[in-house]
């Protein structure tokens, strides 16, 4: 029915996913939940508002995940001494 949802991270994903690879994310897990690949157009709405809805979570997680040994794409941390 679909193919399997990658990971988006790093170290997985060597650069930043954009916001076209969430959304793909985002539409194969709405896909994969759902049981349709196209919903029928009854359907359509609450599908898109889906996948829109689960495409925001997925990026707030991105941006907030900190991923020890990335490198370059970890956030900057400080620690008080």
């Known amino acids: 029915m679909c193919r399997s949802i990658k990971t988006l991270r790093p170290p997985?994903?060597?650069?930043?996913?954009?916001?076209?690879?969430?959304?793909a994310a985002a539409l194969q897990y709405v896909r994969k939940v759902s049981g349709f690949r196209a919903p029928a157009e009854h359907n359509r709405e609450v599908f898109d508002r889906a996948v829109e809805v689960i495409a925001a979570a997925t990026a707030e997680l991105l941006d907030g995940l900190e991923v020890?040994?990335?490198g370059r794409s970890a956030p900057a941390r400080t620690q008080g001494t």
């Open 12 to 23: 997985a994903l060597p650069e930043k996913a954009t916001e076209d690879d969430v959304r």
């Open 68 to 70: 020890r040994g990335a």
